[in-house]
C-alpha cells in the first residue's frame, strides 16, 4: 500500500521539492503530509504540486519548535501514522561567534537539533510497534566537518549526527532505518536569508581584524564556492527520494561529490591538522593556495563537472 511520508518545512528549497517529487511519484506509492510552520506561505508549495494537490498530497501546519503543533498534527493523520519521517525544517547562521547572542545561538539548536529530535520523538512509538520505519535527517556536510563563521550551525548539525548515529544502531533492532542526507551548498532561500541577516549586523563586541575576515575574505568566497559548488533544491530532492525507495535505506548520503575529498581529510590525519590547516590554506592563504583553489573551483564549473553537480 501507500507509504505515508511527513515532510518538515515545506514552504520553500528542499522541503518543498522532496514533498512535490514524492507526490508525483509515478506509481503513487506516497502519500504525502507536507508541512510548514506558516500556512500564509503555502502557495508556493500548491503550485509545484499540481493536481497531486490533496490527492497524493496534503499541506498541514506544524512547527517543530512546539510541542503542541506537533501533537495537533500527528493527531489529524489516520492512526497518527507516518511510516517516513523527513526532517527538513532548519535554519542557517552565519558571523563571528562575539557577535551573535546566547538568545540567537539557542534558537538554532531549537530548530536544528530539538526540532528535529521533538519529531522523532513523537513519531517513534508507533514506528517501534509496528516494526517498520525511515527517519531522514537533512544534515549538511557541515555535519561531519566544521566551516569557517558557521560555528553555531555546524555545531547543531554535528549534534543531530551524534545523535542519530547512536539512535541508529539501536532501532535496527526495530526495522527503522535512519538517514543522513549531507549536502554541500545549495542554492535556495537559505543563503540569501543569511545575507541579508548578516547585512543588517553591525557586530557588538567583535574586533575590526574578525570583522574584516568575514566580510572582506569569508563572504566573498562564500558567495562563489555557492555560485560554482551549489546544487540545486531539486538535486538534493532526487537524492533523499532515492534513499526514501531503498529497501535498506544507507546511513549516509553525501549529494554533492565534490565534498567527499574534503571531508575525507579529517579520517586521512586522525592528528586532524591535516584538515585544519587545509581549510585555513583555502581561506587566508592568498598568494598561493586561494588562488589556486579558485581556479579550480573555475575548472570546476566546465561542463563535465556541472553534470556531476546537478546530474539530470
Ligand atoms: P529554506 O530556508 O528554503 O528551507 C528551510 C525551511 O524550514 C523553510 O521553509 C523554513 O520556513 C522552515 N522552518 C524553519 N523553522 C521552522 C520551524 N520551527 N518549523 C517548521 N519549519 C521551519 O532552506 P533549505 O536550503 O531548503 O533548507 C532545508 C534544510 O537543508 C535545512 O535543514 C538546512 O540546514 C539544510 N541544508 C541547506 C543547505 C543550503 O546550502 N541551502 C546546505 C546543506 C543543508
Do not use: W
Given at each position: 500500500g501507500q507509504r505515508t511520508v511527513l515532510v518538515t518545512g515545506c514552504s520553500s528549497g528542499i522541503g518543498l521539492q522532496i514533498a512535490v517529487q514524492l507526490a508525483q511519484d509515478p506509481n503513487r506509492r506516497y502519500c504525502v503530509i507536507a508541512t510548514m510552520r506558516?500556512?500564509?506561505?503555502?502557495e508556493k508549495l500548491e503550485e509545484a504540486a499540481g493536481n497531486s494537490l490533496n490527492d497524493t498530497l496534503v499541506v498541514k501546519r506544524l512547527d517543530v519548535c512546539s510541542d503542541e503543533s506537533v501533537a495537533e498534527c500527528l493527531n489529524s493523520i489516520p492512526n497518527c501514522r507516518v511510516d517516513v519521517l523527513v526532517n527538513n525544517a532548519g535554519i542557517g547562521q552565519i558571523g563571528p561567534?562575539?557577535?551573535?547572542?546566547m538568545d540567537d545561538m539557542r534558537k538554532v539548536f531549537e530548530t536544528n537539533f530539538f526540532g528535529a529530535v521533538r519529531m522523532i520523538k513523537a513519531v517513534l512509538p508507533d514506528m517501534k510497534r509496528r516494526r517498520a520505519g525511515h527517519i531522514v535527517v537533512i544534515s549538511s556536510v557541515m555535519g561531519l566537518q566544521g566551516v569557517i563563521f558557521n560555528d553555531v550551525y555546524a555545531a547543531s548539525k554535528f549534534a543531530m549526527e551524534g545523535f542519530c548515529e547512536s539512535l541508529a544502531v539501536q532501532l535496527l533492532q526495530f526495522n527503522i532505518f535512519v538517514s543522513m542526507v549531507e549536502p554541500g551548498p545549495v542554492n535556495t532561500e537559505f543563503e540569501m536569508k543569511l545575507m541579508e541577516e548578516v547585512s543588517r549586523s553591525e557586530f557588538p563586541g567583535t574586533d575590526v581584524d574578525t570583522i574584516r575576515y568575514f566580510k572582506e575574505v569569508y563572504l566573498p568566497a562564500s558567495h562563489e564556492i555557492f555560485v560554482t559548488m551549489g546544487q540545486s533544491p531539486n538535486t538534493v530532492a532526487k537524492a533523499t527520494v532515492k534513499v526514501i525507495n531503498m529497501a535498506q535505506p544507507n546511513f549516509r548520503c553525501q549529494t554533492n561529490v565534490l565534498y567527499t575529498p574534503l571531508i575525507a581529510l579529517k579520517y586521512a590525519d586522525e592528528k586532524g591538522n591535516l584538515s585544519v590547516r587545509t581549510f585555513y590554506n583555502l581561506l587566508f592563504n592568498f598568494g598561493t593556495l586561494f588562488h589556486f583553489s579558485m581556479n579550480l573551483l573555475k575548472c570546476i564549473t566546465c561542463n563535465c563537472f556541472r553534470r556531476r553537480v546537478n546530474p539530470a
Amino acid at each position: 500500500g501507500q507509504r505515508t511520508v511527513l515532510v518538515t518545512g515545506c514552504s520553500s528549497g528542499i522541503g518543498l521539492q522532496i514533498a512535490v517529487q514524492l507526490a508525483q511519484d509515478p506509481n503513487r506509492r506516497y502519500c504525502v503530509i507536507a508541512t510548514m510552520r506558516d500556512l500564509k506561505k503555502k502557495e508556493k508549495l500548491e503550485e509545484a504540486a499540481g493536481n497531486s494537490l490533496n490527492d497524493t498530497l496534503v499541506v498541514k501546519r506544524l512547527d517543530v519548535c512546539s510541542d503542541e503543533s506537533v501533537a495537533e498534527c500527528l493527531n489529524s493523520i489516520p492512526n497518527c501514522r507516518v511510516d517516513v519521517l523527513v526532517n527538513n525544517a532548519g535554519i542557517g547562521q552565519i558571523g563571528p561567534i562575539e557577535s551573535i547572542s546566547m538568545d540567537d545561538m539557542r534558537k538554532v539548536f531549537e530548530t536544528n537539533f530539538f526540532g528535529a529530535v521533538r519529531m522523532i520523538k513523537a513519531v517513534l512509538p508507533d514506528m517501534k510497534r509496528r516494526r517498520a520505519g525511515h527517519i531522514v535527517v537533512i544534515s549538511s556536510v557541515m555535519g561531519l566537518q566544521g566551516v569557517i563563521f558557521n560555528d553555531v550551525y555546524a555545531a547543531s548539525k554535528f549534534a543531530m549526527e551524534g545523535f542519530c548515529e547512536s539512535l541508529a544502531v539501536q532501532l535496527l533492532q526495530f526495522n527503522i532505518f535512519v538517514s543522513m542526507v549531507e549536502p554541500g551548498p545549495v542554492n535556495t532561500e537559505f543563503e540569501m536569508k543569511l545575507m541579508e541577516e548578516v547585512s543588517r549586523s553591525e557586530f557588538p563586541g567583535t574586533d575590526v581584524d574578525t570583522i574584516r575576515y568575514f566580510k572582506e575574505v569569508y563572504l566573498p568566497a562564500s558567495h562563489e564556492i555557492f555560485v560554482t559548488m551549489g546544487q540545486s533544491p531539486n538535486t538534493v530532492a532526487k537524492a533523499t527520494v532515492k534513499v526514501i525507495n531503498m529497501a535498506q535505506p544507507n546511513f549516509r548520503c553525501q549529494t554533492n561529490v565534490l565534498y567527499t575529498p574534503l571531508i575525507a581529510l579529517k579520517y586521512a590525519d586522525e592528528k586532524g591538522n591535516l584538515s585544519v590547516r587545509t581549510f585555513y590554506n583555502l581561506l587566508f592563504n592568498f598568494g598561493t593556495l586561494f588562488h589556486f583553489s579558485m581556479n579550480l573551483l573555475k575548472c570546476i564549473t566546465c561542463n563535465c563537472f556541472r553534470r556531476r553537480v546537478n546530474p539530470a
